[in-house]
């Protein structure tokens, strides 16, 4: 089978989930802890007295906005963290939350440029597995060649990747046929 582009993504995209699947886990719930810090760093005095009122009267949110370095809302353009932080469950918030701006000698500015470096690790080493994963997965045309190329290739192919086959021939068969055609045995 021709390895199209498509086949091509998808196995580069299982094996960067596979190398990156548990960092980018331990980095989510560490960008979640920060979000849960900053609500309770600036709105914990105000919560009690927020819980105290009615539903409706109050606005609720699961996510707040950092303004800090290495964050920024067109993240994918400046190749920085997202400033929208995913709490870990929905809270009373202003009805209009602005920014929360951390940095200089806020008590969470460690923890944020923690979040923000570990972002940017992630991204230059998963960028950097990628062209190496794509040089070499480019540099075939077939699955068969891939296998031979890439043996440990066989648990990111795609789903409909077929699979190897082999022949199933009986030991004494091969010796016995070569022997009646007068054939030598490789190797021997």
Known sequence: MRLTK???????????VHAFGAREKA???ATTALADAMYAHEYSAHEKNANK?????VSTSTHLQIKAAGFAYNHTRHGVKH???????????????????????????DQAQAVAEEYAAIKR????????????VYSVTTIARLREAW???EQFLPEAAPRPTTALVPVELV???????????KGA
Do not use: Y
């Not at 498509?6 to 960067?16: K, P």
């Open 53 to 57: 009122l009615p539903q409706g009267w």
């Open 151 to 153: 043996p440990e290739c």
């Open 125 to 136: 080493d998963k960028e950097a597995l990628r062209a190496k994963l794509s040089a070499l």
């Open 83 to 109: 400033s929208v932080l995913k709490m870990s469950k929905q809270r009373r918030t202003p009805g209009h939350s602005p920014e929360i701006a951390i940095g200089g000698a806020h008590p969470l500015n």
């Open 27 to 29: 980095h989510d719930e």
């Open 6 to 16: 498509e086949f091509r993504e998808e196995l580069i995209g299982r094996a960067l």
């Open 175 to 185: 010796p016995e046929l070569n022997a009646a055609l007068g054939i030598k045995a």
